[in-house]
C-alpha cells in the first residue's frame, strides 16, 4: 500500500509514498472529500503521521507555509513548507514528481508536486531555497523522489523537451524511434544538485506509475486523465 523513504527514514524523518495496492482505499485524488478523508485517516492510522496539510495543486511553484493540524487549504500551492515538528505535509500526484525533503537538525521540511510544468518553473529548487530561508541548511538536507512516470513512457513534445533542458544543467531529453522522451525524475536530481544538496542526499525510487506492476500506480497518462491520485507525505516527530 506504501514505499517507505529508506534515506529519510535513515535521518528520522517520516517519508511515505502510497501506491495502488489495497483496493479503495488507495485513492487520493480531491474528486470525492469524504472518501480522500477516509483513505487518510486510515493511512495515517498505520503510519503514525499526523493528518497532513494539502492545497490546491496547479504546476507552478507558489509556496505555502504550514502550521499545526493539516487540512485542504484551497490555496493554490505546488510546495508546502513547514518548520514544526509533528506538522505533516503531502502532495497528490498521478505521475507528476512528488519530492518529499527535510534537514532533521533544523526541524524544516518540504513536499514539492512537480510535474514539467514545475519542473520547467524550477520547484524543488525554489523549495529548497525557501528551507534555506527557514533555518535549514542546504548540506543537511535530505531529498526522496518518488514514483513518477519514468522516462520509459514519458513521451513529450520537442518544444517541452527544450524546455525542460533549458531548466536544467543537462540533458534530460531524448529520442528513441522517432519519439521525444523526458526524465523528469533526472530533471529534478538536476535540481537539486544545483541548488548545492549532496549527491549522497537524494534518493529516487525507481518504479515508473505508467508500466510499473507489483506494485502498480495510478497513472494519468496511461488512464487518460481517469485516474486517481498517489499521496506522499512528510513529516518529522
Ligand atoms: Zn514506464
Redo the contacts with the bound molecule.
Sequence with gaps: MFDVSRLLQKHGVQAVFTNREGGAITDFSLLDEDKLAHNIQLLCHQTHISTPHQAIQVHKDEVLHCSGLGYIHQQEADILLATERGVALAVRTADCVPILLADEQAGVISAVHAGWKGTVAQAVLKAVQVMCAHGAHVEKIVASLGPC??S??FVVHADVAQKLDDACQQRVSFYRNGFCFADLALANQDQLLSAGVRPENIETLPH?T???LDPSYYSFRRDKGDTGRQLSIVMLA
Design positions: 512516470i519514468g520509459c513512457c515508473c505508467a508500466c510499473h
